[in-house]
């Protein structure tokens, strides 16, 4: 992986002294998840406004998960604080938010997590319409004002979704997987698939392997992103299909292997790929559960020099494949399971655009309207489709890039850093889960709250 001079520098002993007198920023180092590790690593405020739904519910998830919960800061720092404003409607509830949420964010920790959990915006009340979209504003720039590698984040939650809907995107939100996610807005509805019992899952979720039991297939798997993805659906119970074009079999192999999976090699724009691939699902594994379309290239040009090989090499991988493999889903019989889901990865260019990617945005802007046009045909099926969105990623693509672009890329964002690819695949993880089938149609970015197409 590339390193990060500049965050090294100033999280050593000298050059932290030398950069804190120049008048720098530290760039802080962000507490990511590993198997066993706790939920939150101190204690967490809850406090809701108006008639919160959910205060009840979030307080037993963190005393269930073995966090300290509290109603005001103490002399530790705060790991969490999470307000349960489903129940703002008006402007005086928006000023009991602040006077909660002020003080508490004083407090946050180190990696902290801010979370809010907001209603759906009511348009036949102008005032609570109005109240439920200031959320919106308040917790995109309260991401730009946590320090020490904290985020903040927003869940819209429907008035008609049942706890147990909610629960695996508070504990994603607050948990480390969430390391490089910032400043996002995310709608939770009633769950699709079948119907969750009001008190909790249908069956205990094993924390530490959410996803057992579960098929996944991840397509540009040999490498970078698309092996992250792979060693952590593994990591988390799932048992992988790692699918990649020919000549990247020998790679392909080394990643299957390594998580007990198997290799698929198949060139994904081939007009019997969506056949071929359902084929080998149905038949090796009885079907499949989890779907990430990961594959994807660059053929980078400025548009008035772009030729038709570029442009259409690039729509071919990045979203003609996608779209003919999810009506080969959605058609198709015996195949996509109850719970199913399909995680499409776009990119923060398709929000922003990138000077010289007119071709990667249009295609990664295509795969957001995709999947906001499939997620009412697949929640037909019992299934959901969301879409994730990188902003700069520390790659081998990126280790390769000039000095100053680099560098430029890694401080555009509240946390002055790149990600990594496990900060993708966590965030597939998540979505993938059976419990998440509450979260469809979303765009949801794992940029670190860039300032680009924010």
């Not at 995709?370 to 697949?378: D, E, G, K, Q, T």
Request: hydrophobic letters at 45%; one cysteine or more; glycine letters at 12%.
């Amino acid at each position: 992986m590339p390193t990060d001079w500049y965050r090294n520098l100033t999280n050593s002993g000298v050059g932290g002294a030398i950069t804190a007198r120049a008048g720098l920023p530290r760039v802080p180092v962000l507490r990511r998840y590993e198997p066993g590790q706790p939920l939150l690593a101190g204690p967490a405020l809850v406090g809701a406004v108006g008639k919160g739904a959910l205060v009840d519910a979030t307080r037993a998830l963190l005393t269930e998960s073995g966090a300290t919960v509290v109603d005001a800061a103490g002399e530790e720092k705060l790991a969490a604080v999470v307000l349960d404003a489903t129940g703002a409607r008006t402007i005086a509830d928006l000023a009991a938010a602040q006077a909660i949420l002020t003080p508490a964010v004083r407090e946050l920790g180190p990696s902290g997590r801010l979370l809010l959990l907001g209603p759906e915006p009511d348009e036949t009340d102008a005032e609570a319409a109005a109240v439920a979209q200031a959320l919106e504003g308040l917790v995109r720039s309260a991401g730009k004002e946590v320090r020490a590698g904290a985020t903040a984040n927003l869940l819209v939650v429907a008035s008609e979704a049942v706890p147990a809907a909610v629960d695996s995107s508070v504990r994603f939100f607050l948990s480390a997987r969430s390391a490089y996610v910032d400043g996002q807005v995310v709608h939770v509805g009633v769950p699709v698939g079948p119907p969750v019992d009001p008190a909790g899952m249908d069956a205990p979720v094993d924390r530490v392997r959410p996803l057992a039991g579960r098929i996944a297939v991840v397509t540009g798997a040999a490498r970078g992103i698309g092996a992250a993805i792979v060693d952590t659906l593994a990591r988390d119970g799932a048992s992988i299909v790692a699918v990649d074009i020919p000549a990247a079999g020998e790679a392909l192999a080394t990643v299957a292997n390594r998580t007990g999976g198997t290799a698929l090699q198949l060139d994904i724009t081939s007009d019997d790929a969506p056949r071929r691939l359902l084929d080998h699902l149905r038949e090796r594994h009885g079907g499949v559960d989890i779907v990430v379309h990961n594959a994807g290239i660059t053929r980078d040009k400025l548009l008035a020099n772009m030729d038709a090989d570029r442009w259409n090499a690039v729509l071919a991988v990045n979203l003609a494949a996608q779209l003919r493999i999810n009506d080969a889903l959605l058609t198709g019989t015996g195949v996509l399971r109850d719970t199913g889901r399909i995680i499409c990865v776009a990119s923060t260019s398709g929000i922003a655009g990138n000077r010289g990617q007119t071709n990667y945005a249009a295609s990664k802007a295509g795969v957001i309207g995709m999947v906001r046009a499939l997620a009412p045909r697949f929640a037909e099926r019992g299934a959901t489709i969301n879409a994730i969105a990188p902003g700069f990623i520390e790659t081998e693509m990126t280790a390769k890039m000039p000095l100053g672009t680099r560098e430029a890329g890694r401080r555009i964002n509240s946390l002055r850093q790149g990600g990594l690819p496990v900060d993708v695949a966590e965030t597939v993880g998540w979505l993938g889960q059976a419990e998440s089938g509450g979260v469809n149609g979303q765009a949801v970015r794992v940029c670190g709250q860039s300032i680009l197409g924010a």
